[in-house]
């Protein structure tokens, strides 16, 4: 089942305000990855984090590998209306390079 | 042109009935996944190949089965479709060996599916 708890499940939010959403686990993974969904498509990755403590920029997009490695957020800057979508969190377990994912956090903005 | 293709879009079929989703890519990559999305629950494995000669059980694979014909195919068969089979189901594709990020996993576009 499920190992991944993602927040939160959806966010309205104003154009131009900033976005923090977070994913936490009971278990410990050595890597953590950020995608975003688009309506109608398939899930791109944005941001792939390695080592704890580290904090990575992809343009307005700036995610966090929890220093325990039980934990990731991802924070986005100044939305705008192209951020509208789903975001998922996901890690890879170790023994067999398969990917668990997160519930994600749909992103709508107001207007 | 999309680098990874799924066929059908939609689909709808009764239960009982045996469907097959078809998925090709061009990206030349040795791995491929078939997952399944439900609202609310994110990604779930059914089933995964790492080549040609590889085929592995995901986390769902109960109802499910697939074939995977050439480094470029991959095949998800319904062999006798139920009710809660209906989802959106997506194709991936990856390789660390020239991907920019090892565990990036390139989607298809979906088959949405329902089963009456």
């Known amino acids: 089942g499920q190992q991944l708890n993602q927040s939160p499940q959806s966010m309205f939010i104003q154009e131009g305000e900033d976005v923090s959403m977070n994913c936490t686990s009971s278990?410990?993974?050595?890597?953590w990855l950020w995608y975003k969904q688009d309506p109608g498509e398939g899930p791109v990755l944005l941001i792939a984090?390695?080592?704890a403590g580290e904090l990575t920029s992809n343009g307005r997009l700036t995610a966090q590998f929890g220093i325990t490695r039980k934990d990731s957020f991802l924070n986005i800057s100044a939305s705008i209306p192209s951020d509208v979508g789903i975001y998922f969190c996901?890690?890879?377990?170790?023994?067999?390079?398969?990917?668990?994912w997160g519930a994600g956090t749909k992103l709508i903005i107001k207007p | 042109d999309a680098d990874v293709t799924q066929t059908p879009r939609n689909r709808i079929t009764k239960t009982g009935k045996r469907i097959m989703l078809e998925c090709s890519q061009t990206?030349?990559?040795?791995?491929m996944y078939w997952y399944r999305q439900d609202p609310g629950l994110g990604l779930q494995l059914i089933y995964y190949s790492f080549d040609v000669k590889d085929i592995n059980k995901g986390e769902i694979s109960d109802g499910y089965s697939v074939s995977r014909q050439a480094q470029a195919k991959f095949s998800l068969s319904l062999e006798s479709a139920i009710p809660n089979q209906t989802a959106l189901y997506f194709c991936?594709?990856?390789?660390?060996?020239?991907?920019?990020?090892?565990?990036?996993?390139?989607f298809g576009p979906g088959t949405r599916l329902t089963v009456l």
């Open positions: 278990s410990i993974f050595n890597t």
């Open positions: 984090l390695y080592k």
């Open positions: 991936a594709t990856s390789d660390p060996n020239t991907s920019g990020s090892d565990n990036e996993q390139f």
């Open positions: 996901a890690v890879e377990m170790d023994s067999n390079y398969q990917l668990i």
């Open positions: 990206k030349g990559h040795d791995r």
